[in-house]
């Protein structure tokens, strides 16, 4: 049995190999994609991030020869040049006014990159004026006139915008043309990097191009025509060859740019780069079937020999040990020696823990029992005296008493919900004769058999009385409610009509009951119950504080019913 069981061991480590080799070669292909589309995929997204530049470019500049216009138009020269034409002056001041426009238009235009000239045209007397010897303009750019508009027209990109007189909108108000310098564009263009045979066209429209092009990129354009320009990139084939293709954003003058890049010389060091890493995974494989070889021999048998062992302790087995003859001549034979050392030390630990925490429940609810005031026996006692003649209240009285002191002196770790809620309706009864106060019960019956730690309501309904309704004049109610809530945890909540407590008061009451240890002069009420909470249940568990109902202060907590740490009632 124990050679057909390590025959099946060799095998398995003969059929992992033979996965390893497969998952070797899925990773080299695996690698090999991966590294492809990788790479194609940072070119595009270096291609788009400078082709977003460069639009950024066409979009500022678009944005100043905007911004010149309106200082142009809004200038002194051209409102003296205006009146120079409407009032009739005579020539010599006309001549002067248009030659001073001249010379403002020819500074801005030498002071501004990318605008070729500049150019006032009036559309009723066909009068120009243009601070460029010789501009030429065809008269068809004149054909649709329309203030604030881009224009592109013979390859050329024009920006209109018109002066308004205010004094006689009868006027002929003239345009203002500012062409932007085709030099200017072309060096945008060439700022996006050409991979191999590739490059960067620069496009309006329907795929029509502001320079001349090749006659590759000619079949290209006629290729994207078809394609929806919608999207950000695509992949064209063109005389064989597939090549890469991304769009930029159309700009605000409806210029946008193409670039595009051959995929297959892209690949070449990809290709490359996969011929040494095959022949480095062919030594790594060789490698590794040695490896394998020695970790079956000096690490798989005595792991199998460890695991089957944790299982056994996982399974609660606490007398596992491993025999002193499966202790092998290496490392491990200092693992197997602390196994057996650590399952002795855990048997111990245990045995102590469960000791430990049945004293510190037992010292727990003494400790309560410990603290009952012995003035509310006292009181307790005098209003029996007070009442003496009256029968039925004192024995009233005494049955609330004789139940209140029954349940609080009882040994015990756990309680039911009914009993807890019994043991309060005693205590709020006793109180309730003696002064003036209101209780209200609020717990449904699907509850009373649920297990909670005892005695852990009296405190906090103690503390509502004597820091809530006792410092307050009128204030006279108090409720205990208890609900589940969607989660499966169960809510109990004790509220009082009280003064309550300030956000800040409240911040520093959560952290002095919040502590492990407790100060001399600090309440041991609220303390030793948000101590048990957590220690019985978890962190969750703790007390918290918000107002009440009546604006006086609620104190609650959460606790799951089978998250306690005793699952054995007394």
Not at 352 to 357: A, D, G, L, T
Not at 410 to 430: D, R, V
Not at 466 to 492: C, D, N, S
Request: hydrophobic share 35%; net charge negative; glycine share 6%.
């Amino acid at each position: 049995m124990v050679q057909n069981h390590e025959v099946k061991k060799i095998r398995s480590i003969y059929i992992t190999f033979i996965i390893f080799l497969m998952m070797v070669v899925l990773s080299f292909s695996f690698i090999y994609l991966y590294s492809t589309s990788t790479l194609q995929e940072s070119l595009t997204s270096v291609a788009i991030s400078q082709m977003e530049h460069s639009t950024l470019l066409i979009g500022n500049k678009v944005k100043e020869i905007e911004i010149e216009a309106d200082g142009i138009l809004h200038s002194g020269n051209l409102k003296t040049l205006q009146l120079a034409l409407t009032e009739g002056t005579d020539v010599y001041d006309f001549v002067t006014a248009a030659s001073t426009m001249k010379e403002y238009l020819n500074d801005r235009q030498s002071s501004n990159v990318g605008m070729a000239f500049f150019v006032l045209y009036w559309p009723r007397s066909g009068r120009i004026i243009s601070n460029v010897a010789g501009a030429s303009i065809s008269s068809g750019l004149f054909d649709d006139l329309d203030d604030n508009k881009w224009v592109i027209y013979g390859n050329e990109i024009y920006y209109f915008r018109k002066y308004t007189t205010s004094w006689d909108k009868y006027d002929d108000e003239p345009y203002l043309i500012i062409k932007m310098d085709g030099d200017y564009l072309y060096k945008i263009k060439n700022m996006t990097v050409n991979l191999g045979n590739g490059g960067t066209m620069l496009l309006y429209g329907d795929c029509n191009s502001i320079f001349s092009t090749s006659e590759k990129e000619k079949t290209l354009l006629s290729e994207l025509s078809h394609q929806k320009l919608d999207i950000q990139y695509y992949i064209i084939k063109i005389d064989g060859q597939n090549y890469r293709v991304v769009k930029s954003k159309e700009s605000a003058n409806g210029l946008y740019l193409i670039s595009y890049y051959p995929i297959n010389e892209m690949n070449k060091p990809i290709n490359s780069i996969t011929w040494i890493i095959g022949i480095s995974l062919l030594a790594v494989l060789i490698v590794g079937t040695f490896i394998m070889l020695q970790y079956y021999r000096h690490i798989l048998l005595q792991l199998n020999v460890v695991t089957e062992k944790l299982k056994q302790l996982e399974n609660g087995d606490l007398s596992v040990q491993i025999d002193k003859d499966k202790l092998p001549d290496n490392e491990f034979s200092y693992v197997f020696e602390q196994f057996n050392s650590m399952v002795n030390k855990i048997r111990e630990l245990l045995a102590s823990s469960i000791k430990e925490q049945q004293l510190r429940n037992q010292a727990e609810v003494r400790q309560l029992q410990l603290q009952i005031n012995p003035h509310f026996l006292y009181n307790s006692l005098s209003y029996i005296v007070t009442v003496a003649d009256k029968p039925k209240a004192v024995t009233e009285m005494a049955a609330h008493l004789a139940n209140y002191y029954r349940y609080c002196t009882k040994n015990k770790t756990q309680a039911t919900i009914g009993e807890e809620i019994g043991y309060a309706k005693s205590y709020l009864s006793i109180i309730a004769m003696r002064k003036n106060i209101e209780y209200y019960l609020d717990v449904p019956d699907s509850l009373y058999n649920v297990r909670i730690i005892p005695l852990i309501l009296q405190p906090l309904i103690e503390n509502a009385i004597e820091h809530g309704i006792e410092e307050r004049e009128y204030a006279k109610h108090i409720q205990v409610k208890m609900y589940m809530l969607g989660t499966g945890e169960i809510r109990t909540e004790v509220s009082d009509d009280g003064d309550g407590l300030s956000d800040e008061a409240i911040e520093k009451l959560e952290k002095q009951i919040g502590k492990k240890t407790r100060d001399a002069e600090e309440s041991v009420g609220l303390w030793n119950v948000n101590q048990r909470l957590i220690n019985y249940y978890d962190e969750t568990a703790r007390l918290q504080f918000t107002k009440s109902q009546w604006g006086g202060l609620r104190v609650y907590f959460t606790f799951r019913p089978e998250d306690g740490n005793d699952s054995t009632y007394s």
